[in-house]
């Protein structure tokens, strides 16, 4: 068996963190403690989590030539990601993010300077045609330009590849996007932003789901955090339960998410299948603390379906995924 292919077109940004006792008011400095540096970006952490449930992952991202950019592409070839599509640029610095976290609320206040992944452009994702044209899945994110990340879903859609959108940071849409969409993958909030709805509007998912079937949208995948996700399509709807586990840090949950699904639907699974999976691969994520470090690897899943005595998808089973195991 083969090794399926995997196009994630998105951003990647370099994560700084400091803790602080409080959060400072204007002008003020306050003393800190905890500087950590982590990889960050939805993008690189969807790539992250694909390779590592054993499919051949091309990144198609914009990075800085420094420092950032360099830990970036370490991180990249350390998880056997091809970094061909991977473009570095002088005119912009990588993206960086800066994190103040209150210790004891755990409340935060973050500044984004998205840097060179505003520098992706359609041009980009019309250079990187050789890793289109071989994918059996092409994912995307809002983290870079809507262009670019419509120019890659177009590319998958004329390609024959299933395309999802996972549409975060949300944003709204145009309607020759929504089109080129087969898989949605929003949260709640995101899905009734997309709709014209208020972030807290009082309203079934599944009737916002069919919303954005009516705009154009093929299939929605909406996550429900601990209660799971529900898949809804043009004639049916089916809610899947999470599974239980104890949540330790739920950040990378929704990465894991999609890294999951885009993996079953590029091994030829049900949408259904498929989701069933992405449920397992978010869970695991939601026990340990980080982003990259909570993306289960095959093995992780693995480990699962043993110690729950259920059967293993064929294709996670297959022998030619095992290297990265």
């Known amino acids: 068996m083969s090794i399926p292919r995997i196009a994630v077109v998105g951003s990647y940004a370099t994560g700084l ?20 540096v982590d990889y960050g970006g939805k993008g690189s ?3 992250v989590g694909c390779a ?8 198609l991202a914009s990075i800085g030539k420094d420092a950032f950019g360099e830990m970036a592409l370490r991180l990249f070839r350390e998880e056997g990601i091809d970094v061909s599509f991977v ?11 800066f994190i103040l976290v209150e210790a004891e609320s755990g409340n935060n206040c973050i500044a984004l300077d998205p840097g060179a992944n505003e520098m992706l452009s359609p041009a980009d994702i019309a250079r990187c045609d050789a890793a289109l044209k071989s994918a059996a899945v092409v994912l995307t994110q809002l983290e870079i330009s809507i262009a670019a990340a419509e120019s890659a879903l ?29 898989v949605l993958t929003p949260n709640q909030t995101e899905a009734k932003v997309l709709t014209g709805r208020s972030p807290d509007a009082a309203v079934e998912p599944e009737e916002v789901a069919r919303d954005l079937i009516r705009a154009g949208v093929r299939q929605v995948v909406t996550t429900l955090g601990e209660e799971g996700a529900l898949i809804v399509t043009a004639s049916s709807s089916k809610h899947v339960p999470a599974i239980r586990v104890p949540a330790v ?4 949950a929704g990465d894991a998410f999609n890294a999951g699904l885009a993996s079953a639907l590029a091994c030829g699974e049900s949408l259904d299948a498929a989701v069933e999976f992405a449920v397992i691969t978010g869970g695991l994520a939601v026990t340990r603390d980080g982003v990259i470090p909570s993306l ?12 729950h005595g259920s059967r293993s998808p064929d294709w996670l089973l297959s022998r030619d995924t095992t290297r990265r195991a």
């Open 17 to 36: 963190t400091l803790k602080v006792k409080r959060l400072p008011s204007t002008g003020e400095t306050v003393l800190a403690s905890g500087y950590r």
């Open 45 to 47: 952490n969807q790539a």
């Open 52 to 59: 590592r449930l054993g499919m051949e992952v091309a990144f």
């Open 87 to 97: 473009r570095q640029t002088s005119e912009r610095p990588t993206g960086v993010g």
């Open 154 to 182: 177009a590319c998958g859609r004329a390609n024959g590849a299933t395309t999802i959108l996972n549409p975060a940071p949300v944003r709204s849409l145009p309607a020759s996007m929504m089109h080129l969409i087969d």
């Open 249 to 252: 840090d739920t950040t990378g």
């Open 296 to 307: 289960p690897k095959r093995s992780d899943v693995l480990r699962y379906y043993e110690q």
